[in-house]
């Protein structure tokens, strides 16, 4: 199986955490996204330890909310002695709801408006990264006015080129986020915000992108933000103590996939930024990780019922689910790849190859394409797998379909996390 937390039971139905998926999906209905927690809380440890072991404890990990958020998950990593990272008002609300420390959350986003900016500063969140100029300018006036001095780290593109989707790589010039180190612009930002009067520059920040596979762009964006606090500190005397490296490892979505462990990945970045450290002789920073997908990704499921199998002679066999791009619309926006089992048949071989079709009314809703699956009939349960990041998040009501249920599944047990949506809620700001 994808990930050690499946199996399959003497029924032959798939298990996650020691759960019937079966079972779940006749008790909770379908969509429904099953999570496990226990992998959660492991992927949560196994963070934490890196950062003990190779940088004495001297970091935070902030979970990325938009991998997956909702107030259980903010509980839940909250436990683990983890942070958040936010990118909207309507992340920050959610984790401040769930009970995580203001001071453990990080304020991100490229365009955040007035109103997230006074947020922020009134529910006293840790650290804000602001992306541009304009913003450094609202952000100053607005702490002025609120008698406030928030401390702020500047994002900053630091040209690595990560191997990884276009529309996921974050890092490069040509990119919407921060700014640029190559033209100067970083530099030439980090004098503005220094510069302000309330604002606290204590740090910078970089994100080279997502579902990335090798270690190397991780080090080098190490390296490459290590020598730029060098250059400050030359340039302006200015010895920045704080860097956040973002998130960005990759997991297994396919058996094809070979990502390296988070944890190796970390212990490169972590070996590379002490490198560059005492090669520059500058003071180790306190480090913060952004990771998202890697926390969530493979410890969840979606479970769906099969519908209707079409099959088109010579051309393809599509089975038709009850859901699609409304619940997962990540095929449609990246062509992503996932595995899929009958989840009421998982003993089984997977002896055909057919096309996932969900419910809504797009040719391109699809769930992925070629996939080896068991010989499916309408009824049977299809789970795909590694759908716990960037699937509920994504989700939309379009076709007004309402929102699918999620529960969290510990040692066997599952619980309801997040109601279904119910066509009254979809109507609910209609007038
Ligand atoms: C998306 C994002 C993350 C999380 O990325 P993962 O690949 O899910 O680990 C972290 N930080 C920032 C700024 C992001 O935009």
């Given at each position: 199986?994808?990930?050690?937390?499946?199996?399959?039971?003497?029924?032959?139905?798939?298990c996650i955490?020691?759960?019937?998926?079966?079972?779940?999906?006749?008790?909770?209905g379908?969509?429904?996204?099953?999570?496990?927690?226990?992998?959660i809380r492991?992927?949560?440890?196994?963070?934490?330890?890196?950062?003990?072991?190779?940088?004495?404890?001297?970091?935070?990990?902030?979970?990325?909310?938009?991998?997956?958020?909702?107030?259980?998950?903010?509980?839940?990593?909250?436990?683990?002695?983890?942070?958040?990272?936010?990118?909207?008002g309507?992340?920050?609300?959610?984790?401040?709801?769930?009970?995580?420390p203001?001071?453990?959350?990080v304020?991100?986003?490229?365009?955040?408006?007035?109103?997230?900016?006074?947020?922020?500063?009134?529910?006293?969140?840790?650290?804000?990264?602001?992306?541009?100029?304009p913003?450094?300018?609202?952000?100053?006036?607005?702490?002025?006015?609120?008698?406030?001095?928030?401390a702020?780290?500047?994002?900053?593109?630091?040209?690595?080129?990560?191997?990884?989707?276009?529309?996921?790589k974050?890092g490069?010039?040509?990119?919407?986020?921060?700014?640029?180190?190559?033209?100067?612009?970083?530099?030439?930002?980090?004098?503005?915000?220094?510069a302000?009067?309330?604002?606290?520059?204590v740090?910078?920040?970089?994100?080279?992108?997502?579902?990335?596979?090798?270690?190397?762009?991780?080090?080098?964006?190490?390296?490459?933000?290590?020598?730029?606090?060098?250059?400050?500190?030359?340039?302006?005397?200015?010895t920045?103590?704080?860097?956040?490296?973002?998130?960005?490892?990759?997991?297994?979505?396919?058996?094809d996939d070979?990502p390296?462990?988070?944890?190796?990945?970390?212990?490169?970045?972590?070996?590379a930024?002490?490198a560059?450290?005492?090669?520059?002789?500058?003071?180790?920073?306190?480090?913060?990780f952004?990771?998202?997908?890697?926390?969530?990704?493979g410890?969840?499921?979606?479970?769906?019922?099969?519908?209707a199998?079409?099959?088109?002679?010579d051309i393809?066999?599509?089975?038709?689910?009850?859901g699609?791009?409304?619940?997962?619309?990540?095929?449609?926006?990246?062509?992503?790849?996932?595995?899929?089992?009958?989840?009421?048949?998982?003993g089984?071989?997977?002896?055909?190859?057919v096309?996932?079709?969900?419910?809504?009314?797009?040719?391109?809703?699809?769930?992925?394409?070629?996939?080896?699956?068991?010989?499916?009939?309408?009824?049977d349960?299809?789970?795909?797998?590694?759908t716990?990041?960037?699937?509920?998040?994504m989700?939309?009501?379009?076709?007004?379909?309402?929102?699918?249920?999620?529960?969290?599944?510990?040692?066997?047990a599952?619980?309801?996390?997040?109601?279904?949506?119910?066509y009254?809620?979809?109507?609910?700001?209609?007038?």
């Open positions: 199986m994808l990930t050690p937390n499946l199996t399959v039971n003497a029924e032959g139905h798939l955490g020691g759960a019937d998926t079966a079972a779940l999906a006749k008790a909770h379908t969509p429904l996204y099953v999570m496990d927690e226990t992998m492991e992927n949560c440890r196994g963070y934490q330890r890196v950062i003990a072991e190779e940088y004495g404890g001297n970091g935070l990990i902030c979970f990325a909310s938009k991998a997956l958020s909702c107030k259980e998950l903010y509980r839940i990593v909250d436990s683990e002695q983890l942070g958040a990272d936010v990118i909207s309507g992340e920050l609300y959610t984790a401040l709801q769930a009970g995580m203001a001071a453990k959350i304020m991100h986003g490229n365009s955040k408006s007035d109103e997230e900016l006074k947020m922020a500063l009134e529910t006293g969140v840790g650290r804000i990264v602001c992306d541009n100029l913003e450094l300018e609202r952000l100053n006036r607005i702490a002025g006015a609120l008698g406030k001095t928030p702020i780290m500047l994002r900053i593109k630091p040209g690595i080129d990560a191997h990884t989707h276009d529309f996921v974050t490069c010039i040509d990119s919407k986020f921060g700014f640029a180190l190559e033209t100067g612009e970083a530099l030439d930002a980090v004098r503005a915000a220094s302000y009067p309330n604002l606290k520059l740090g910078i920040h970089c994100h080279i992108g997502s579902q990335i596979f090798d270690t190397e762009p991780f080090a080098e964006a190490a390296r490459v933000m290590v020598r730029f606090m060098a250059q400050i500190r030359a340039a302006l005397g200015l920045l103590p704080e860097l956040n490296l973002g998130g960005g490892p990759g997991i297994k979505y396919t058996e070979d390296p462990a988070f944890g190796s990945i970390v212990r490169a970045i972590l070996a930024l002490k560059a450290c005492s090669e520059l002789d500058f003071p180790q920073p306190f480090v913060l952004e990771p998202g997908r890697s926390i969530v990704g410890a969840g499921l979606t479970l769906y019922t099969v519908m199998k079409k099959i088109i002679p393809r066999t599509y089975v038709l689910v009850d699609g791009m409304c619940d997962n619309p990540r095929y449609a926006l990246y062509h992503s790849r996932y595995e899929a089992v009958l989840a009421n048949k998982a089984d071989e997977r002896s055909e190859r096309t996932v079709g969900g419910k809504c009314c797009e040719s391109g809703d699809l769930i992925g394409e070629d996939m080896p699956l068991q010989p499916a009939e309408p009824g349960i299809l789970a795909v797998l590694a716990g990041v960037y699937n509920y998040s989700a939309s009501n379009y076709n007004r379909n309402p929102r699918a249920e999620m529960v969290m599944v510990k040692d066997g599952a619980r309801t996390v997040v109601r279904r949506e119910s009254e809620d979809i109507c609910r700001n209609d007038i």
